[in-house]
């Protein structure tokens, strides 16, 4: 279990960012996480519940998850699919020379003051 070490990286991502704008207090950290990244959405909350209330800046705030969904490119028909769906074979061709476009994503979106 590898989330309590994202949350503490979150954490000084966003105290950072706070300091820079001069932010007393963050409401909620919103994230962006990809449907093939290798974090459990609930975990992540739950080290964050743990880990955030012991700062003063984070107090009480609240972590959203927002899902990227999975898509993969293939280099020979030009055309996306969907990843978690059809792997790594191009399900409009039977290519194998595909491409994750997007899906792996574990990154602040946005904060919320
Ligand atoms: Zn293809």
């Not at 964050?48 to 800046?57: I, K, V």
């Not at 020979?76 to 699919?81: G, L």
Request: proline residues 4%; charged residues 25%; contains cysteine.
């Amino acid at each position: 279990m590898h989330e309590l070490g994202i949350v503490f990286y979150i954490i000084r991502d966003v105290k950072q960012a706070a300091e820079e704008h001069r932010v007393g207090h963050v409401a909620a950290v919103v994230m962006n996480i990809g449907e093939v990244s290798t974090v459990v959405p609930e975990y992540l909350t739950d080290c964050w519940r743990w880990a955030a209330d012991r700062e003063e800046l984070l107090r009480g705030s609240e972590l959203k998850i927002n899902t990227v969904p999975a898509l993969t490119y293939c280099e020979d028909c030009q055309q996306e699919y969907e990843t978690v769906r059809y792997g790594r074979t191009c399900p409009h061709c039977g290519s194998p020379h595909t491409f994750l476009l997007q899906g792996n994503e574990v990154e602040i979106k946005e904060i919320e003051v």
